[in-house]
């Protein structure tokens, strides 16, 4: 078989499948185990310096918060990252310096609110490797190939663009057609935290509004942690088999943490923050900003529940709650320093 073009990114947390399924069947059980921890616990067992991890959720929404404050509050280092739809939470890791490497599909940016000072300033300074790139749709495939124990993926996605010399893809000719086919190789991330609203102690997780693509990822991670909205009952999750997306047997640690998405949206519950991440757009411009940033919200709290307390606490989170079901104005505060020209 003739390799006709080959990408000059970094092959990024791909094993031989085989290896992989081996690393599962060793390392993950079957049975039915109270998987309730710690956010603390979860970090400290599940992350390992050097891992190559990935969040769930999408851009700023279902971010699972607690487990990037945690990382940085114990100081993981030298993580290699799937950067796909990622925006604040690759923004915060990076900044928190426990991000050096990146594969980026869509990063770097806080969408409409503006670009990403922090991780940018990383990336120029030398101090974030960009290791590759590829695409959206490359990486949800890079995940379904790891979910289905397959090496790569063909597809059409990346041909006939800059982003394929890039890329860890490959190209060759489609022995069924003879024409080219790009070969997207499967990923297999160390780690992978996802923020769900409701599961039970077993990891057994419903998701409302999309998935996105959390249901390829939570099956090609080779350790899983579940934060949760809430612990619901075994009972509520057998009503209802068919809203379980992600099932108890994929998943290491559970943790419920309500609001553990703050500052992002979290569906149908609260809406984005956008008072402190305009905060966080402002005061990331220079690393000192940065740096008081993380004393002041990661390293001078002890937990999640401390760090809710002093963005506002429960009147906040209700405020966020009203906005989200519509029953009361969302404030754009990073909109407003732009009219008046005051956020250059």
Known sequence: MTVLQEGKGKLLGWHDPDEHRRWVLEHKTRRLVDKRTTVAD?????????????????????????????????????????????VHDADILVAGGAVDEIEVAYTFGHELRGLSNASRRAAQEGRLKVIGETSNAGYQWRFLAGMMGLPFIPARNLLGTDTLAHSSAKVIDDPFTGRPICLIPAAFPDVVAIHVPRCDKFGNCQIDGSLVEDFELARCARKLIVTTEKIIDEEEIRDKPHATVIPFFLVDAVVEVPFGSHPCLMPYQYYFDEEHIGDWLKVSKTDAGVDEYFQKYVFSVKSFEEY?????????MEKLARIEL??????????????????K
């Open 326 to 343: 519509y029953e009361a104005p969302v404030e754009l505060p990073w909109v407003n320093a732009r009219v008046k020209g005051g956020d």
């Open 42 to 86: 979860a970090v400290s067992r599940l992350v390992a310096d050097g891992d190559f991890i990935a969040m769930g959720g999408f851009g700023h929404i279902r971010v699972s918060m607690s487990i990037i404050y945690e990382i940085i509050r114990q100081k993981k280092r030298h993580l290699k990252m799937a950067g796909k739809t990622a």
């Open 308 to 316: 809710l307390e002093l963005v506002g606490g429960r009147a906040q």
